[in-house]
C-alpha cells in the first residue's frame, strides 16, 4: 500500500493548518493510501549547523527523536505532505529547521517521490510562504503535485478556514491530483523503471575567479 506523511507545522495541532491537511487524509483515505500525520509545530526543533555529521553516520548529529524518526519513515513513503501557517510571509520556523535538517541528511533518493505544500494564513503572505516549501521539493528530485489553485488556505480560526470554500476545494484536488501521482510513478516504476538522472557534476568556484 503507498503511504503519505503529512507534517503539520502549526504549533496547533487541532488549528487552521491541520483543518487543511485532514482534507487531505480523507481523500488519500478514500484512495487507499496510508497517512500518517506528525505535529511537529509545537516542539523545540533546532536548525542545521553544517557539521556535515551525517555525511558521515547517515543521520542528523541532533538526535532529538523527531528529524532521525521521520526520516526512516520518510525513507519508505511514497509522498510527503508539508503543512505550514504563515509567519512573517514565511514557513514557521520550526518547519524551517526541521525541513533544513530532513532534507539534507538524509542520503536516500528522494528521486520522484510526491511532494506537496499548503500553506494558510489570516490575510498575506501565503504565496511567498508556498514558494519557499516548494523549492525543498525540486531540489530532492520530487515531482510537485499541483492542484486547481495555489495550495493555500485563508482563515485565523478552523471555523474561517472551513467557510474558505474554494481553498477547501484546492486541498481537496490537490489530494486526488497527488493519489494519482504517486499511483502512476509506482506502477511506471515496476513496469518501466525510473529515469536515470546524473549525478558527476558539482560546480564550485572556491578560487572566488
Not at 36 to 58: D, M, S, T, V
Not at 176 to 202: V, W
Amino acid at each position: 500500500m503507498a503511504k503519505v506523511l503529512l507534517i503539520n507545522g502549526s504549533p496547533n495541532a487541532n488549528g487552521c493548518t491541520y483543518t487543511a491537511l485532514n482534507e487531505m487524509i480523507q481523500i488519500f483515505r478514500y484512495e487507499g493510501i496510508e497517512t500518517e500525520l506528525i505535529q511537529i509545530g509545537n516542539k523545540p526543533i533546532r536548525g542545521c549547523i553544517a557539521c556535515n555529521y551525517c555525511r558521515q553516520h547517515g543521520k542528523c548529529v541532533f538526535d532529538d527523536d523527531l528529524v532521525n524518526e521521520v526520516a526512516k519513515k520518510f525513507e519508505t513513503a511514497d509522498g510527503l505532505v508539508i503543512g505550514s501557517p504563515v509567519y512573517f510571509a514565511s514557513p514557521n520556523g520550526t518547519v524551517i529547521s526541521f525541513l533544513d535538517r530532513l532534507m539534507y541528511s538524509t542520503t536516500f533518493s528522494k528521486h520522484m517521490k510526491v511532494g506537496a505544500a499548503i500553506v494558510n494564513c489570516r490575510r498575506g503572505g501565503n504565496t511567498a510562504s508556498f514558494d519557499v516549501l516548494n523549492k525543498y521539493f525540486t531540489i530532492s528530485g520530487m515531482p510537485v503535485a499541483s492542484s486547481t489553485y495555489w495550495n493555500m488556505t485563508y482563515g485565523f480560526t478552523p471555523y474561517d478556514v472551513q467557510k474558505d470554500l474554494e481553498g477547501i476545494q484546492t486541498i481537496r484536488n490537490l489530494a486526488k491530483n497527488m493519489a494519482f501521482m504517486i499511483g502512476a510513478f509506482i506502477d511506471a516504476k515496476e513496469n518501466y523503471g525510473l529515469p536515470e538522472i546524473e549525478t558527476s557534476a558539482f560546480t564550485s568556484f572556491p578560487d572566488g575567479k
